[in-house]
């Protein structure tokens, strides 16, 4: 009997959800905000097996008492998955440990791995790595894994290091699974504990392998707009380092963006838990507004109560109202539709459309001086606003203050899951063009 082969590939992006974040202003307008070879880390980052804090007692089984990286590769490993890693990138010792619990799952038939659950066990597992790239092969066993070794061994885009983990297993009736996670490394992250207490201060040091003309560290607490805090970045190093504070009980992300030659781009993430028990790998508490999802599992009320779910954790949180405007409505629409046709979750499609400041400023008849897109992909409306809201760069847009104007645009695939759009806009004057309600 031939053996058969299928590979999936699926990008998830480095928050609780597959969703993406951005705000800029429109062109020439100053902004309101905003291989396998190792790589030697930095003599003053700690090694992968630094011990865990004794800052905050209590176990927390489901969680790694730190976020580092790299992890050491584990010695006893089964050989493929050894070979298979190796012809990807370096060994990373937790990216190896989630990829064999997604295909022991996987193999139990409880499912294909989403963007939603890898992430959630990537931070669970002290990863902070940001867009994972997700490699799923499944045939008779053994599998002919040559199609699959050509997908691994692609070199990172940015000449990064790329770090790997591959995880193997049987199915009931004679089969084989395999997945692969694989990250280009744009950066690697000192110890992090993962618990601590109210009030204390932590330090953030990481070592970026992708140039950078600055770096910032962004705090999304448990309530309330994100932070930014001061931090530093040597240039002769590539080291950057900042100091945070926990500030109120409940769980925090904390990410380090870099500004890139191609823009911001978030670099690391890792979550810390403040006097409380982490969640569940995946359990987000609930959003504000998240009440106001439909009940029903009709189409056509699925951007109205997304309006309605922002109104209402902007009120919750102070922000001002925004006003809803029919372009951006349509601008929102249309990109959720492409994102649907094409099953991805992205800013810019590559299907010659840019990204949102591309297409806001194509229509032609608005009028902004900042502008900002939320993209999302999630089973209902009130996860993809839980995901938004647990995500720093999307937290930012939904709360920003100087935004008077957004769209919204929802489109359903065929297994019911939803892709959001959510277009905002910052006005300071009216605009006789534009048409709000």
């Known amino acids: 009997m031939g053996r058969a082969l299928g590979i999936t590939l699926a990008a998830a992006m480095a928050s609780s ?29 700690a090694s992968a097996t630094a011990p865990a804090p004794a800052s905050a007692a ?5 969680w790694s008492p730190i976020t580092q990286s790299p992890w050491v590769a584990e010695t006893d490993r089964d050989p493929r998955e050894v070979s298979l ?17 997604l295909v022991e799952l996987r193999a139990r038939g409880l499912g294909a791995p989403d963007s939603d659950a890898i992430v959630a066990k990537l931070r669970a597992a002290g990863e902070p790595y940001v867009r994972p790239r997700v490699i799923l092969a499944t045939g008779h066993a053994p599998i002919d894994d040559t199609k699959l070794r050509g997908e691994l061994s692609r070199r990172s885009r940015n000449g990064t290091p790329v770090r790997c983990g591959v995880g193997i297993a049987k199915t009931p009736h004679g089969g084989e699974m395999i997945v692969a996670l694989r990250v280009d490394a744009l950066a690697d992250l000192a110890p992090l504990p993962t618990r601590a207490r109210t009030g204390e201060w932590l330090s953030f040091e990481a070592r970026l392998h992708v140039g950078a003309r600055s770096a910032k560290l962004v705090v999304l607490g448990p309530h309330g707009a994100p932070r930014t805090v ?30 890139l030659a191609e823009g911001p781009r978030p670099l690391l993430e890792a979550r810390v838990f403040a006097d409380v028990l982490p ?17 029903s599992s009709d189409p056509s009320g699925d951007a109205a109560a997304l309006t309605r779910m922002v ?10 109202p925004l006003a809803h405007d029919d372009k951006l409505d349509a601008l929102a629409k ?10 991805s979750v992205a800013h810019d499609l590559g299907d010659g459309d840019g990204d ?64 959001v759009c959510e277009t905002f806009a910052a006005t300071s004057r009216a605009n006789p063009n534009r048409a709000t309600r």
Do not use: K, W
């Open 311 to 320: 109104a209402a954790l902007r009120t919750f949180e102070g922000s001002p």
């Open 279 to 295: 969640t569940p790998p995946g359990e987000e508490p609930a959003a504000p507004g998240e009440d106001a999802a439909p009940r």
């Open 17 to 45: 959800s597959s969703a993406g974040g951005c705000s800029s202003p429109p062109a020439n307008v100053p902004s309101a905000t905003s291989s396998s070879a190792t790589v030697p880390v930095a003599p003053e980052l």
């Open 356 to 419: 949102f400041r591309d297409r806001f400023e194509a229509e032609g008849t608005l009028d902004a001086h900042a502008v900002g897109e939320n993209v999302a992909h999630a089973p209902t409306l009130a996860l993809a606003h839980r995901a938004l809201h647990a995500s720093p760069s999307h937290r930012i847009n939904l709360l920003r203050v100087d935004y008077t104007h957004m769209g919204v645009g929802v489109a359903r695939a065929e297994d019911g899951s939803v892709y």
């Open 58 to 62: 209590g176990p927390a089984p489901a």
């Open 230 to 259: 001061p931090t530093s970045l040597d240039a002769a190093s590539g080291v950057a380092r900042a100091r945070f504070a926990l500030d109120q009980p409940g769980a925090f992300t904390v990410q380090l963006i870099g500004d």
């Open 334 to 343: 249309a990109h959720a539709e492409r994102m649907r046709d094409g099953r």
């Open 85 to 101: 890693t190796s012809a990807c990138g370096t060994d990373d010792g937790a990216l190896s440990r989630v990829a064999r619990e």
